[in-house]
T-cell receptor
Framework: AQSVTQPDIHITVSEGASLELRCNYSYGATPYLFWYVQSPGQGLQLLLKYFSGDTLVQGIKGFEAEFKRSQSSFNLRKPSVHWSDAAEYFC?????????????FGDGTTLTVKP | DGGITQSPKYLFRKEGQNVTLSCEQN?????MYWYRQDPGQGLRLIYYSQIVNDFQKGDIAEGYSVSREKKESFPLTVTSAQKNPTAFYLC???????????FGPGTRLTVL
């Protein structure tokens, strides 16, 4: 069965500092991987996705993520955080085959940005 | 504009009552999903549907029911059998074969 672990429940960074949010997955084949962001009381918005090919993927709002098969990781990064990036971030792994479309989500990481 | 709508945004219900949450999409997606979100627990899948008139239980289906009579609509009923229904409920949709999910704005259900 597929699973996702986000080791950090809460991260605080200063505005302008760099950010890395960790994600580890478990899946038997090449995974489909996603990062979503959620503002309080809102739905989730896709930041970026990895299906195949280049292991460094670029997303919206200046975010990027790197797929590392050897480490089963898909960490999210941003070189300079803005106060508006404060939100909850979810990593997800997508299923293949008959369950294509079904995703498993991590428990999320809450990002706080200090002025 | 294409997207997913959920209504209502806030819903209050008395214990012992059934309540139905609406989810509509105009993205022409085949698959639709219902998630429950509680603080610190991420998203847990309640039900999903990949085709009209067919749906499958997710990880926490007990106390919930769904229908999929139209491609665009996937309503969720929270029944009186659900022991702790107070939560934030999210609906999503996706194309088959592409796992990216599009989410609605959510419904916050509070049992009084």
């Amino acid at each position: 069965a597929q699973s996702v672990t986000q080791p950090d429940i809460h991260i605080t960074v200063s505005e302008g500092a760099s950010l890395e949010l960790r994600c580890n997955y478990s899946y038997g084949a090449t995974p489909y991987l996603f990062w979503y962001v959620q503002s309080p009381g809102q739905g989730l918005q896709l930041l970026l996705k990895y299906f195949s090919g280049d292991t460094l993927v670029q997303g919206i709002k200046g975010f990027e993520a790197e797929f590392k098969r050897s480490q089963s990781s898909f960490n999210l990064r941003k070189p300079s955080v803005h106060w508006s990036d404060a939100a909850e971030y979810f990593c997800a792994v997508g299923a293949h085959g008959t369950n294509a479309g079904k995703s498993t989500f991590g428990d999320g990481t809450t990002l706080t940005v200090k002025p | 504009d294409g997207g997913i709508t959920q209504s209502p945004k806030y819903l209050f219900r008395k214990e012992g009552q059934n309540v139905t949450l609406s989810c509509e999409q105009n993205l022409n997606h085949d698959a639709m999903y219902w998630y429950r979100q509680d603080p610190g627990q991420g998203l847990r899948l309640i039900y999903y549907s990949q085709i009209v008139n067919d749906f499958q239980k997710g990880d926490i289906a007990e106390g919930y029911s769904v229908s999929r009579e139209k491609k665009e609509s996937f309503p969720l009923t929270v029944t009186s059998a659900q022991k702790n229904p107070t939560a934030f409920y999210l609906c999503a949709s996706s194309s088959l074969g592409y796992n990216e999910q599009f989410f609605g704005p959510g419904t916050r259900l509070t049992v009084l």
